[in-house]
């Protein structure tokens, strides 16, 4: 027994420094050791001094921060993103991984789930990695209130669809792509619709919940109904299993997953699609075209918005002081689940 505890101290003894000793032997916060680490100006020549040299004496590893601070920048951009496994984070990521690989620029990602801790954990890890900027994959109202409070002292670019007074934004005009969707059920003659909305922590949730109701109240003699669910197709499946329809002939549905339910639970009914009730959904999964029917949706072109987010990226990289608001139009996919409506 005393040997094994002993190895677990020399273990403790041993581990690898962090930022926050190296913060402890210089005397400074942990952000500033950030700072000192990228680079960053207004920085006295003194405090830098006390950080590179408790960098030298607890031997902290350096890797990619011996590069930065030889070169002023390590071409490696820290993405933040929270809820990764859902489909637009998830795409967002990896477009933007594409557009920096080809531009020679690396991705380092921390993935989150909820919490202001993790928020907190995941700008300082990517801090310490010699990254040049910040982008922040953050869909939820919440998560982005936490940022808010969390210092980086690095250029940041956020994805999200509306102007911010604080970061660099990029989107998808999701307010645009609602529109088209909610124009095109109008367009076949529907004039009793439903909604099946996103949760409403989530900006793209919002936003297309929003979108609308704008829609609708521009038309004249229209009924329309909004449900708050979840991004899931058992959110739809539920809804569309247990629903009194009455007139309802066309659903926008949040998203193509929610569609799928949706779908689902109307045909366990007897109710079909687009004979009876239409269906959009919004996102255009690789799988929509299959879903039967094959879905009307709204497409996200993920590709262009990693482009448009690296560009961003770059410039703010580059100084640019300005902040900046650009949104990539989206499009709709017309498929086989939405028809005119029924006489």
């Keep these: 027994m005393p040997e094994s505890s002993d190895r677990g101290r020399s273990k403790r003894r041993w581990r690898r420094p962090s930022v926050y000793d190296v913060a402890r032997q210089a005397g400074v916060s942990h952000m500033t050791v950030s700072r000192v680490l990228n680079d960053q100006p207004n920085i006295r020549d003194a405090t830098r001094d006390r950080v590179l040299n408790a960098i030298e004496e607890l031997n902290y590893t350096r890797n990619n921060i011996a590069h930065a601070l030889a070169t002023r920048t390590g071409r490696r951009i820290g993405v933040l993103v929270d ?10 990521l990896r477009a933007l991984e594409q557009a920096a690989r080809t531009a020679g620029y690396a991705v380092s990602a921390f993935g989150i789930d909820d919490g202001d801790a993790q928020i907190r954990s995941g700008v300082m890890e990517l801090a ?69 909305a996103g949760p409403q922590d989530w900006l793209d949730a919002r936003e297309r919940q929003q ?5 609708l109240r521009d038309a004249s003699g229209v009924r329309g109904t909004a449900v708050v669910g979840e991004w899931t197709s058992d959110s739809g499946y ?18 193509d997953q929610i569609a799928l339910g949706v779908i689902h639970g109307l045909a366990e009914r007897g109710i079909r699609v687009p004979e009876d009730i239409s269906v959009v959904g919004f ?51 017309v498929r086989e689940s939405t028809a005119a409506v029924p006489s």
């Design 83 to 92: 809820a990764p496994i859902e489909n637009g984070p998830n795409n967002t």
């Design 128 to 196: 310490t990695q010699g990254i040049d900027a910040l982008c922040v994959i953050a869909p939820r109202a919440s998560s982005l209130d936490a940022l808010r409070e969390q210092p980086t002292g690095l250029p940041v670019v956020v994805i999200k669809s509306e102007a911010d007074a604080m970061w660099h934004t990029v989107g998808v005009d999701q307010r645009e792509g609602a529109r088209l969707a909610v124009e095109h059920l109008l367009g076949l003659g529907h004039v009793s619709l439903v909604h099946l």
């Design 211 to 215: 979108a609308w109701q704008d829609t």
């Design 238 to 255: 539920q809804y569309a299993s247990t629903a009194e329809w009455g007139d309802v002939t066309a659903v926008f549905a949040a998203n």
């Design 283 to 333: 996102d255009d999964l690789s799988e929509a075209k299959h879903f039967s029917p094959p879905l009307t949706t709204v497409r996200q072109d993920f590709d262009a918005l990693g482009e448009r987010a690296l560009e961003c990226i770059v410039a703010a990289i580059n100084g640019s002081d300005d902040l900046s608001h650009s949104l990539v139009r989206p499009s709709l996919i």
